[in-house]
């Protein structure tokens, strides 16, 4: 069987709900992970004093990161390719 087969094979339900979940899955953590970075990147309220105890440049990257990592998560989600 060659790799074009494999790829338009139809999925089962029990494999369409799994890809179901682990999309969802993926938007949520990756919208609580983005919304993350951005409160670590711009603090607010109580946030401002738990930041200033740590360095100002590494809260940045940190908060950065986050951002980057909760966008793949959503796109992760989008493109679904979890038994391609």
């Not at 890809?19 to 109580?46: C, D, E, R, W």
């Not at 950065?64 to 998560?73: D, E, L, Q, W």
Request: hydrophobic share 45%; net charge positive; charged share 20%.
């Amino acid at each position: 069987m060659a790799l074009e087969e494999f790829e338009n094979e139809k999925l089962s339900t029990r494999q369409k709900s799994i890809v179901l979940m682990q999309s969802i899955t993926n938007y949520v953590m990756g919208a609580v992970i983005f919304a993350a970075g951005i409160l670590i990147f711009f603090p607010q309220g109580k946030m401002i004093d738990f930041v200033s105890r740590y360095d100002p440049t590494l809260i940045k990257i940190f908060g950065i990161v986050c951002c980057i990592y909760g966008s793949f998560r959503i796109f992760r989600g989008y493109q679904k390719k979890y038994f391609r």
